[in-house]
């Protein structure tokens, strides 16, 4: 510039002419290159982040791009270009893609946004609680229920995996993205129920007088398991004295539950030995058995009736025996061998008939009773093969007890002779002392005879030292031996 005045202050007007002229020509070759040699070239320029984690949940406002075509010669030369943009986005989850672009006959050029759409939400575990819940010490939690949701994946009640250690139970769940929750409930225990105490033999039973007594129970306690040995027994029971004795259990559990029982143990009988006599009399009873009533009587004697039905008009006997303290047991009603031993069904229908009677007078059927012509009877045979057999077990599983006898006074046919009668017995007693058991005396108070030995024979027995009493279930049965 500075040569270009110089020349114009030395030249004048025709020279300027001159030089806009060459001028323009060099600005026409100048462009005539230009649009020769340029070309246009693609820009995409992304606004903003290129890649961009999104959570599905949001809104996206693409900034989108700018594009334009720049010249090759002349870099700061651009012009417009028209933008196309193709997407793929949406709220699921994963990678999209923003494509800008732009082109035209020669060239294109491509721009790409990626947006990763993700889920970072967690789960939310909800748990329910029963009021006064509560869980027992050593046991497993009973669960009181829980569901679980996700924002993004929905309801993950099934997915919940709950775990109980220490106290507390874990609850963990994930969604399908991989966020997971936790969540704990502290296990609330309690312990509200108290010990069961069980009574072995029931809270009230019989005990035989002499008889060490054993005492049977267990206690057991939903959260400690066997308390049996927590129990306290207060209370005693003398074998020695007969009476009624009540024992008092109490057991607590560990969390102060207690329970208790009671056990009434009636102490009666006494301690059969080899000086016991058991008086029994069987066929009546008859017109004999009031005298014998009134002899016993006089001497506080308890003895024991097998009874018959034979002398309808004398049953009221087994009243008058029952209410003195006497045993009145069963000898069937018809003491009809070739009746009796038909059949097992026509025995204890027979028996059934007696104890009939026996209900009626006492008040109570008895289980003792006594076979007639014992149980080693031989004659039963010729009715029904193996009937003893059949009916020993049946008696049994009826809880029945039948007695035989060891000491027979002859009264059934070997005498008509009270002295007779009366030695035969005494040798018997003295015969069992002698072998250390007890006696049971076979006599029939329906002979006179015999009656009239009874009081003799308690006398000789006072003087000896025996005692007397009635047969129970627990006494001694004298069984013969079954041989049919
Ligand atoms: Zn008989």
């Known amino acids: 510039m500075f040569n270009i005045r110089c020349v114009m202050v030395v030249s004048g007007g025709r020279k300027m002419k001159k030089w806009i002229l060459v001028f323009l020509t060099i600005t026409a070759v100048l462009t005539g290159c230009f649009f020769l040699l340029n070309h246009w070239i693609p820009v995409v320029e992304i606004i903003g982040d290129p890649e961009i984690t999104l959570e599905y949940t949001e809104t996206f406002e693409d900034p989108g791009a700018n594009v334009y ?80 949701s996700d924002p993004h994946d929905g309801d993950l009640t099934d997915q919940v995996v709950s775990e109980e250690k220490d106290g507390y139970v874990y609850y963990t769940v994930s969604d399908s993205s991989g966020n997971t929750t936790k969540k704990r409930r502290k296990i609330f225990y309690d312990d ?15 005990w035989q007088n002499g008889i060490p007594y054993e005492d049977h129970y267990s206690a057991e306690d939903d959260c400690d398991g066997d308390v049996t040995d927590k129990v306290i027994v207060e209370g005693n029971v003398d074998v020695h004295t007969n009476g009624d004795y009540t024992l008092t259990y109490t057991v607590e559990d560990s969390h102060g539950n207690a329970s208790s029982a009671e056990r009434i143990v009636h102490v009666k009988g006494f301690f059969e030995n080899e000086n016991t006599i058991y008086l029994t009399f069987d066929d009546g009873p008859g017109s004999h058995t009031d005298h014998l009533l009134d002899v016993l009587d006089q001497y506080n004697v308890k003895v024991t009736f097998f009874a018959t039905n034979a002398y309808p008009g004398y049953a009221y006997c087994m009243k008058r025996a029952a209410e003195a303290g006497h045993t009145v047991a069963v000898h069937t009603a018809s003491h009809n061998y070739a009746q009796i031993y038909a059949s097992d069904e026509a025995y204890w229908d ?26 080693s009877n031989t004659v039963s045979a010729n009715y029904s093969e193996g009937i003893m057999s059949r009916l020993a077990a049946e008696a049994a599983e009826y809880g029945y007890t039948y007695f035989d006898w060891n000491v027979s006074s002859g009264d059934a046919g070997g005498t008509t002779d009270t002295n007779t009668v009366y030695e035969n017995v005494i040798r018997g007693i003295q015969y069992n002392h002698d072998h250390g058991v007890p006696s049971v005396v076979l006599q029939h108070d329906i002979k006179e005879f015999s009656v009239n030995a009874v009081e003799s024979i308690i006398l000789w027995g006072l003087e000896n030292g025996y005692h007397f009493a009635p047969l129970s279930d627990l006494s001694f049965t004298a069984h013969h031996g079954i041989a049919n």
């Not at 010669?73 to 651009?78: A, M």
């Not at 027979?350 to 076979?371: C, H, P, Y």
């Open 69 to 148: 075509w720049r010249s090759s010669l002349l870099p700061f030369i651009t012009k417009e270009a028209e933008l196309d943009t193709e997407s793929d986005l949406s709220n699921d989850l994963g990678d999209h893609q923003i494509h800008y672009h732009i082109k035209n006959h020669h060239q294109e050029a491509d721009g790409v946004r990626v947006i990763h759409v993700v889920d970072t939400d967690r789960p939310v575990i909800h748990l329910e609680t029963i009021e006064d819940h509560y869980t027992r010490y050593n046991h497993p939690y009973e669960e009181e229920g829980f569901s679980a």
């Open 192 to 206: 509200r129920e108290a010990p069961v105490i069980t009574m072995d033999g029931g809270n009230e039973f019989s």
């Open 350 to 375: 027979d028996f059934n008939r007696v104890n009939d009677v026996i209900e009626a007078q006492t008040g109570n059927r008895s289980r003792l009773f006594r076979f007639p012509g014992g149980s």
